[in-house]
């Protein structure tokens, strides 16, 4: 059983939703901007959050880690609505993920 404390760098925001956690105790999930718009976190074991866009997204949104700590999800930008992969080494790749 795990307790989530989210940590005052995300209560500045509308809202905090987590929505995985992994074996390391790696935490995703999105967060409401001041302006509305979803955005990705990781949250460290040590509880440091680590902020995330899809380039050029207007909307990022994690659903899933593994335990090698990939982040899957999905994200829209003006074309329309696609899903990412995110790596550890923060690079996304997936179906029309911006290079």
Same mark, same amino acid.
């Given at each position: 059983?795990?307790?989530?404390?989210?940590?005052?760098?995300?209560?500045?925001?509308?809202? /905090?939703? #987590?929505?995985?956690? !992994? $074996?390391?105790? %790696? +935490? =995703? @999930?999105?967060?409401? &901007?001041?302006? *509305?718009?979803?955005?990705?976190?990781?949250?460290?074991?040590?509880?440091?959050?680590?902020?995330?866009?899809?380039?050029?997204?207007?909307? /990022?949104? #994690?659903?899933?880690? !593994? $335990?090698?700590? %990939? +982040? =899957? @999800?999905?994200?829209? &930008?003006?074309? *329309?609505?696609?899903?990412?992969?995110?790596?550890?080494?923060?690079?996304?790749?997936?179906?029309?993920?911006?290079?």
């Amino acid at each position: 059983m795990y307790s989530i404390r989210i940590g005052a760098s995300l209560r500045q925001y509308r809202a /905090t939703h #987590p929505y995985a956690i !992994n $074996p390391a105790g %790696q +935490i =995703t @999930g999105a967060y409401f &901007d001041l302006d *509305g718009l979803n955005r990705g976190f990781l949250r460290a074991r040590d509880g440091t959050c680590t902020f995330f866009d899809v380039p050029d997204s207007s909307s /990022t949104q #994690p659903t899933a880690m !593994n $335990p090698m700590g %990939q +982040i =899957t @999800g999905y994200y829209e &930008d003006a074309s *329309g609505i696609h899903g990412f992969l995110r790596a550890p080494d923060k690079a996304f790749s997936g179906c029309c993920c911006p290079k």
